[in-house]
């Protein structure tokens, strides 16, 4: 039972280029996020998937995009990487359908853009 | 003013120490709480999680709610130096809300 992975685990991109962070998760939950994690701001939540076919903004959702690919995938795309966008990212899960809003993190991708 | 404070630390305690660790917050429905852990260079993973009022405890960590003040703790008994982490708290006005609030966390060190 791995839980929620993430890949890759680091990636250094130069501006302009694109990459797609993939997420999976082996609890069967319904719900699906991306939070970016910077110094001294906390976890801010880019977008999340409520369930399998749904996709919604969250705080910072500006230069991302999202796929919820089946019930367990869930990946962040950038289009085109911005030095704003070096950060650490985290996916993680949560079974907010059944009255629950524990979330379950993966270890996280670190991103660095030049 | 965000709606959930958790002052950044760093808290430094000797061994053995017992460690407070708090969360103001200003929405009176949050009625959902957790407590989550992380390691450098790692992912938070969840250690409590409390629903309304009152306390609960597994081993050394106690999880207190109290929402009248708005004001969540977490103890931590006996700490040990592998309690050097960061702590977030996280609420939700109710179970199934989809998206907690979460603190920045608080930077704990337990020196030996």
């Known amino acids: 039972n791995a839980g929620v992975t993430q890949t890759p685990k680091f990636q250094v991109l130069k501006t302009g280029q694109s990459m797609t962070l993939q997420c999976a998760q082996d609890?069967?939950?319904?719900?699906m996020y991306w939070y970016r994690q910077d110094p001294g701001m906390g976890l801010r939540l880019i977008y999340y998937?409520?369930?399998?076919?749904?996709?919604d903004k969250g705080e910072v959702p500006n230069g991302y995009n999202v796929s919820r690919l089946n019930k367990r995938e869930f990946s962040l795309r950038l289009e085109s990487a911005a030095p704003s966008q070096t950060s650490v990212y985290f996916c993680a899960s949560s079974p907010a359908d059944q009255g629950r809003d524990e979330q379950f993190f993966g270890p996280g991708t670190r991103l660095t853009v030049l | 003013q965000k709606e959930v404070e958790q002052d950044p630390g760093p808290l430094s305690v000797p061994e053995g120490a017992i460690v407070s660790l708090n969360c103001t917050y200003s929405n009176s429905a949050f009625q959902y709480f957790m407590w989550y852990r992380q390691y450098s260079r790692k992912g938070p993973e969840l250690l409590m999680y409390?629903?309304?009022?009152g306390n609960k405890e597994d081993g050394r960590f106690t999880a207190q709610v109290d929402k009248s003040s708005k004001y969540i703790s977490l103890f931590i008994r006996d700490s040990q130096p592998s309690d050097s982490a960061t702590y977030l708290c996280?609420?939700?006005?109710?179970?199934?809300?989809?998206?907690?609030?979460f603190g920045r966390g608080t930077s704990l060190i337990v020196h030996p």
């Open positions: 609890m069967n939950h319904n719900s």
């Open positions: 996280a609420m939700s006005v109710s179970g199934g809300s989809y998206i907690p609030t």
């Open positions: 998937s409520a369930s399998e076919g749904t996709t």
């Open positions: 409390t629903y309304s009022s």
